[in-house]
T-cell receptor, first 111, second 116 residues
Framework: NAGVTQTPKFQVLKTGQSMTLQCAQDMNHNSMYWYRQDPGMGLRLIYYSASEGTTDKGEVPNGYNVSRLNKREFSLRLESAAPSQTSVYFC??????????FGDGTRLSIL | AQKVTQAQTEISVVEKEDVTLDCVYETRDTTYYLFWYKQPPSGELVFLIRRNSFDEQNEISGRYSWNFQKSTSSFNFTITASQVVDSAVYFCALSEAEGSQGNLIFGKGTKLSVKP
């Protein structure tokens, strides 16, 4: 009963490096989301995918790209990492009317 | 625009005290959902409750209770007889009606510390 699985759990990057955060869910959910959590800011939506084949920007999309590879997987890519992207990243999924289920998070540090 | 305000940044109580976490929301939608999530020191997000905008009944689950008042746009969370294990950051969140993308708007969270 894995739920939402995020990889990696921790990562350190240098400014300018690229990286893809992976997310997979096994609950047959239609919708998937990427959030970032910064101290004192709560969680903010980066991108979401309402269904397979669609993606849309959230509140803070700049510097990120996403891919909804299939119904299970939703990846987040940083093309050229910046220190301002140091954060904890959460992936979530849901289906209509249900609460979002969250992964355990990826702690990303950019030097 | 939708907005969730948790005015209490940090609260510290002694074990067995009751504590209420405040949540005030703004939305122009007539149909919406409200949520509470718990984030313990280990970092994961734990779902606690979902309430839809047409159900104003208070809910109790063990030591936890929730008071939803549309008249004041509030969805407050009370922990009775707090325990050390309740120490966590608690987030209130809002989403549009069922059938939408379900995007959550989070408050900034309230950090609760329960001391023995």
């Amino acid at each position: 009963n894995a739920g939402v699985t995020q990889t990696p759990k921790f990562q350190v990057l240098k400014t300018g490096q690229s990286m893809t955060l992976q997310c997979a869910q096994d609950m047959n959910h239609n919708s998937m989301y990427w959030y970032r959590q910064d101290p004192g800011m709560g969680l903010r939506l980066i991108y979401y995918s309402a269904s397979e084949g669609t993606t849309d920007k959230g509140e803070v999309p700049n510097g990120y790209n996403v891919s909804r590879l299939n119904k299970r997987e939703f990846s987040l890519r940083l093309e050229s990492a910046a220190p301002s992207q140091t954060s904890v990243y959460f992936c979530a999924s849901t289906r209509d009317g249900q609460p979002q289920h969250f992964g355990d998070g990826t702690r990303l540090s950019i030097l | 625009a939708q907005k969730v305000t948790q005015a209490q940044t940090e609260i510290s109580v002694v074990e067995k005290e009751d504590v209420t976490l405040d949540c005030v929301y703004e939305t122009r939608d007539t149909t919406y959902y409200l949520f509470w999530y718990k984030q313990p020191p280990s970092g994961e997000l734990v779902f606690l409750i979902r309430r839809n905008s047409f159900d104003e009944q208070n809910e109790i689950s063990g030591r936890y209770s929730w008071n939803f008042q549309k008249s004041t746009s509030s969805f407050n969370f009370t922990i009775t007889a707090s325990q050390v294990v309740d120490s966590a950051v608690y987030f209130c969140a809002l989403s549009e009606a069922e059938g939408s993308q379900g995007n959550l708007i989070f408050g900034k969270g309230t950090k609760l510390s329960v001391k023995p």
